[in-house]
C-alpha cells in the first residue's frame, strides 16, 4: 500500500516546527568485528574440512612403514540470502508535502532498516551458537561440547557455564590453547577477542584493563594483560540477545565469514497508472561458521 496524504497529514499543514523518528544514529557494522567479508558469485559457498595425518609411529627395523590416510570430513555451506525492503508515495503526497523531500527522508529510513537487518543476521551465528537446532557443517552446534571429528569428540565450551569473569576467562584461554586438529595434533590457536553483550562492557573493561588483579585484597599483578592474552581487547555487540552469554573469538583460519553476494542498491521508479513513486533496496548476503575452532563461549549463569 502507498504512503497516503491521510498518512503524513501534519505534514501537508503550516506551522510544523520539526520532523522527528527517523534521524537517529545506528549501530552499524558490528559485524566487521566478528566476520571476515569474502566475495561471492555463486547461489551458494562451500569450504571443505580436511583431514591430515596422525602421529608418526616408531619403524622397528626391517619393518614395513605405516601407511595412514587423509580425506574430507564435513561441509561447510553458506547459502545467499536476499533481503529487500521497498516502499511507495502517492503521487499527491509528494506534490503536497510542505516541509521536505519524501523520498529523501524515506530512503534514509529504508538504508536504516536494511543495515539493522544486517546486524541481526550477523548476531544470529552467536545468539544461536548454543542451539543444537542450529548446526553447523559437522552437525554440532556452533559451540558444543561434541563436535565430531576422526579421533573423537572435542569441545569449545566450557563443561561448566560460567559468568564473565578472570577465573572463566582463564580457563577458556588454557582449554583454547588444547585444541587438536580432525586427527588429533594439537594446533597453535589462540584467543585474541572477546566477544560480548552491552550488559558485560563494564566488566570486560575492568577485567582486561586494570593493572592489578580485580575483586581481590591480594596485589597480584593481571596476568591476563601482562601476558598480552586477548590482545584485540573485547567487542560489544549490541545486538547480541543473552546477557550472561560471551565468546572468544580466536585465530583459527576459516572461522566467521561474511559472503557478500550482491551489495546493496537502491532502485526509484513511477508507476504510469497511479503516479506513485516507488522505491527499493535490496542486497544479498550470508553470515556463516567453517572451523568451530574459530570460537569459544558459555551461555554464562
Same mark, same amino acid.
Given at each position: ?27 552499524e ?30 619403524k ?18 553458506y ?10 508515495v ?13 523520498s ?6 529504508l ?7 544486517? !546486524?541481526?543476521? @550477523?548476531?544470529? *551465528? +552467536?545468539?544461536?551458537?548454543?542451539? =543444537?537446532?542450529?548446526?553447523?557443517? &559437522?552437525?554440532? %552446534? ?17 563443561a ?7 577465573t572463566?576467562i ?30 558485560? !562492557?563494564?566488566? @570486560?573493561?575492568? *577485567? +582486561?584493563k586494570?593493572?592489578?588483579? =580485580?575483586?581481590?585484597?591480594?596485589? &597480584?599483578?593481571? %596476568? ?45 521508479e ?15 548476503? @550470508? ?15
Open positions: 500500500m502507498a504512503i497516503s496524504r491521510a498518512q503524513l497529514a501534519k505534514e501537508l499543514e503550516p506551522g510544523l516546527n520539526a520532523l522527528f523518528g527517523l534521524e537517529y544514529n545506528r549501530y557494522r558490528q559485524h566487521e568485528e566478528i566476520f571476515t567479508e569474502e566475495s561471492s558469485d555463486r547461489a551458494f559457498e562451500e569450504e571443505q574440512m580436511l583431514t591430515g595425518f596422525g602421529n608418526a609411529p616408531v622397528a627395523e626391517g619393518a614395513a612403514v605405516q601407511f595412514d590416510s587423509a580425506g574430507e570430513t564435513y561441509t561447510a555451506r547459502v545467499m540470502e536476499t533481503i529487500a525492503l521497498a516502499f511507495s502517492t503521487e499527491e503526497a509528494v506534490e503536497d508535502n510542505l516541509y521536505d523531500r519524501l529523501t527522508r524515506y530512503t534514509r529510513a538504508a536504516r532498516s536494511m543495515a539493522h537487518t544486517k !546486524q541481526i543476521k @550477523a548476531a544470529s *551465528i +552467536l545468539n544461536n551458537s548454543f542451539d =543444537v537446532n542450529s548446526p553447523i557443517g &559437522d552437525g554440532a %552446534a556452533l559451540v558444543s561440547a561434541a563436535h565430531p571429528t576422526v579421533t573423537g569428540n572435542q569441545s569449545n565450551i566450557l561448566v557455564a560460567a559468568d564473565l569473569n578472570e572463566s582463564e580457563e577458556a584461554l588454557i582449554r583454547i590453547q588444547d585444541f587438536r586438529d580432525e586427527k588429533g595434533l594439537r594446533v597453535a590457536i589462540q584467543g585474541r577477542k572477546l566477544v560480548i553483550p552491552k550488559e558485560l !562492557q563494564f566488566t @570486560a573493561e575492568r *577485567i +582486561l586494570s593493572d592489578l588483579r =580485580v575483586a581481590t585484597a591480594d596485589n &597480584d599483578v593481571n %596476568a591476563m594483560k601482562n601476558m598480552g592474552m586477548l590482545p584485540d581487547g573485547y567487542t560489544v555487540n549490541q545486538f547480541l540477545l543473552d546477557p550472561s552469554a560471551w565468546w572468544i573469538k580466536t585465530d583459527a583460519p576459516d572461522g566467521f565469514k561474511y559472503f557478500n553476494r550482491v551489495p546493496i542498491s537502491t532502485k526509484m513511477g508507476d504510469f497508472d497511479t503516479g506513485n513513486m516507488r522505491f527499493k533496496a535490496r542486497e544479498r548476503y @550470508a553470515f556463516g561458521v567453517s572451523d568451530w575452532r574459530c570460537v569459544f563461549g558459555t551461555p554464562g549463569v
